[in-house]
């Protein structure tokens, strides 16, 4: 069973940064790509950023410039990093994983809170 494990979240001053992890129990690259999520409260949960096994990556408009997603092949780690935090970038983020050839299966983090006070 596939575990990712996520870490890094907090409280943190508008305009500071946070960098966010998320350990895996596979080799990172088996994934066919991972991604961060982020939910606020009455929110559905939405894209921030992905990462494909290849190496490209995608961002939601809203973080575009401010956030950096990126990964530890060696420690089989994804990271984001966040700067610039404003108090809208306030949710719980998760780290999701994406693994097949066929049919693909995804996977969840447990979520970490990350707020931005103002």
């Known amino acids: 069973q596939v575990q990712l494990v996520e870490s890094g979240g907090g409280l943190v001053q508008a305009g500071g940064s946070l960098r966010l992890s998320c350990a895996t129990s596979?080799?990172?690259?088996?994934?066919?790509?991972m991604g961060w999520y982020r939910q606020a409260p009455g929110k559905q949960r939405d894209l921030v950023a992905r990462?494909?096994?290849?190496?490209?990556?995608t961002y939601a408009d809203s973080v575009k410039g401010r956030f950096t997603i990126s990964r530890d092949n060696t420690k089989d780690t994804l990271h984001l990093q966040m700067n610039s935090l404003k108090p809208e970038d306030t949710a719980v983020y998760y780290c999701?994983?994406?693994?097949?050839?066929?049919?693909?299966?995804?996977?969840w983090g447990q979520g970490t809170q990350v707020t931005v006070s103002s």
């Open positions: 990462i494909t096994r290849g190496g490209t990556t």
């Open positions: 596979e080799n990172i690259l088996a994934f066919n790509d």
């Open positions: 999701n994983a994406q693994k097949g050839i066929f049919t693909m299966t995804s996977y």
